[in-house]
């Protein structure tokens, strides 16, 4: 029997090309894996009326962890209008099956390491090592929405709060509300994860970003719960800055930062920035990690332009693989793939065309492979 088993959804559009690429380099490494594929996806979704079957969360209750690729989404209307003619008109609405399986494994942390390997024609800076804890399942990404506003809300809206009132004297379709919902628990476990991260890793400080001048409410918490969280770490350093800040010096100095840690939505955004620092989509991966399941992905799209060319960038689904064996334990793996992939970006002879090459796919995990 293998040693582990690991859920593999490629998705759809680039999503199976760049898997099929990590597990080149996976198998070269002698990964001991028994892996077990699923459909997750848009041709799901036409096919099913379902972008995210059950069969598919049955089957990632049973693995150790998960690697993904990539899938399309699109709007309601949109879905709607591609569902394969016998599941048309039967009120089936299109959810993003990311946030539910963030959801419904509650994948709480979303870990997203930048690091700039040397010599990537791509770098903003050479040296960026940037680490960033962005909470995954709360925050304005809740799915806490209302459009239209039910009279019922608008009511109490209008009896609870001075600002923006009346709701009422506004028609149901003239706003929307969508809620930034965060607790103290958890706030505080995510800043816990960072907070232990940096300790084992040896990082200096933890950078909380948030709003909370403005947004005092959620964001007050969120910042008061890392500080609480803080006191049990006096060997991290804990700052804080505001979310628009922090995009300006994250540019101006972005070695004054090392681990990031935000809500949801400040860390989605964080993180694209931090992701183009260090090369774009080609580079990024992300971690989405609860304390019985994690899933590992690239954290570009399906790229349906370039679906079936064997052209994209395999990099960020094979740092994605890297983070797996970190968090599976297979850290002396995890070390020989980064190194190999660092050391084909130095050599500089292999690139895909957003590093300004003409090696595809294929080539690129190849050469990665072949130092392994
Ligand atoms: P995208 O990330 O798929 O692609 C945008 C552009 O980035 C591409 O056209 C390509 O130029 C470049 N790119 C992406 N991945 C690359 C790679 N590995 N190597 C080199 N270049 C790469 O974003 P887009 O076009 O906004 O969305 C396409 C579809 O993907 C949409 O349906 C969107 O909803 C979905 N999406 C899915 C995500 C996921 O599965 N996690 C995340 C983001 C978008
Ligand atoms: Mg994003």
Not at 183 to 205: H, L, P, Q
Not at 287 to 297: H, P, S, Y
Request: glycine content about 8%; hydrophobic content about 40%.
């Amino acid at each position: 029997m293998a040693r582990y088993t690991v859920g593999w959804l490629p998705g759809d559009g680039i999503g199976p090309e760049v898997l099929a690429a990590a597990r080149v380099v996976l198998d070269r490494l002698g990964f001991d894996a028994e892996y077990r594929e699923a459909d997750i996806g848009w041709e799901c979704w036409r096919r099913e009326g379902d972008a995210f079957p059950q069969r598919t969360i049955e089957l990632l209750k049973t693995v150790d962890a998960a690697l993904f690729g990539a899938i399309t989404s699109k709007p309601l209307g949109a879905a709607e209008a591609e569902l394969s003619p016998s599941l048309q008109g039967k009120g089936l609405t299109y959810r993003s099956p990311i946030v539910r399986m963030r959801q419904s494994f509650d994948l709480f942390v979303c870990l997203r390491p930048c690091r700039a390997y040397p010599a990537n024609p791509l770098n903003y800076r050479e040296g960026i090592d940037l680490v960033i804890f962005r909470e995954n399942t709360e925050d304005l990404y809740a799915g806490v929405e209302f459009r239209p506003v039910p009279e019922e809300l608008a009511g109490v809206l209008d009896r609870l709060s001075e600002n923006f009132a009346p709701f009422s004297a506004l028609a149901e379709d003239e706003y929307a509300v969508s809620c930034k919902l965060n607790t103290r628990a958890g706030s505080e476990r995510i800043a816990r994860e960072a907070f232990n991260f940096s300790r084992k890793r040896g990082r200096r400080k933890v950078t909380v970003v948030h709003k909370a001048n403005v947004v005092r409410a959620t964001d007050g918490m969120f910042l008061e719960s890392a500080r609480r969280v803080a006191e049990d770490y006096p060997d991290v350093m804990i700052d804080d800055a505001n979310i628009d800040a922090v995009c300006m010096w994250l540019l101006k100095d972005p070695f004054n930062y090392d681990v990031l840690l935000a809500p949801n939505l400040y860390g989605d955004i964080v993180s694209d920035l931090c992701a183009q620092m260090v090369g774009g989509l080609g580079f990024g991966c992300s971690g989405n990690i609860g304390r019985e399941l994690a899933v590992f992905e690239p954290t570009h799209g399906s790229a349906p332009k370039y679906s079936g060319m064997n052209k994209v960038n395999p990099i960020a689904a094979i740092l994605a693989a890297k983070m797996m064996l970190e968090w599976l334990g297979e850290v002396e793996k995890a070390t020989r793939l980064e190194e190999a992939v660092a050391a084909v970006i130095a050599e500089g002879t292999v690139r895909t065309y957003d590093m300004g090459g003409t090696s595809t796919t294929g080539e690129m995990a190849e050469a990665i492979a072949s130092i392994l």
